[in-house]
């Protein structure tokens, strides 16, 4: 099992977190759970999703650091599994925060510094 795995967000969402203590995605009320990548997964989900955003961060989660549940799932009924992280995500589970820009072409680069 990995030990690190990764949320893509927005700077702005990331700086929100701060004023309550925890960091929770835009959709958890809705969703209950945090969408996470393991590193494989990063390039295709950031070009599928967040094609051409230019204000991302990267978060990395180390799992040793939650005190919730993550699961191993595809909820869209394709076959690929993609962790969710089922609770708030704690600061100390963030291990490092990177920067997240799409490219000129609106693709994206693996930043450097991440541990693969």
């Not at 759970?33 to 295709?44: E, G």
């Not at 799932?73 to 600061?91: M, Q, S």
Request: some cysteine; proline content about 5%; charged content about 25%.
């Amino acid at each position: 099992m990995a030990q690190h795995i990764y949320h893509i967000t927005s700077e702005d969402e990331w700086k929100e977190a701060f004023a309550v203590g925890e960091y929770r995605s835009a959709d958890f009320e809705s969703e209950t759970f945090i969408h996470c990548s393991y590193a494989y997964q990063l390039m295709a989900v950031a070009d599928r999703l967040f094609r051409g955003k230019r204000d991302l961060m990267l978060l990395v989660i180390d799992l040793s650091q939650l005190n919730c549940k993550v699961v191993d799932e595809n909820l869209a009924d394709g076959t690929e599994l993609y962790p969710h992280v089922y609770g708030p995500l704690p600061f100390e589970a963030v291990v490092k925060v990177l920067p997240f820009p799409s490219k000129h072409d609106g693709g994206f680069m693996l930043p450097c510094g991440l541990d693969q």
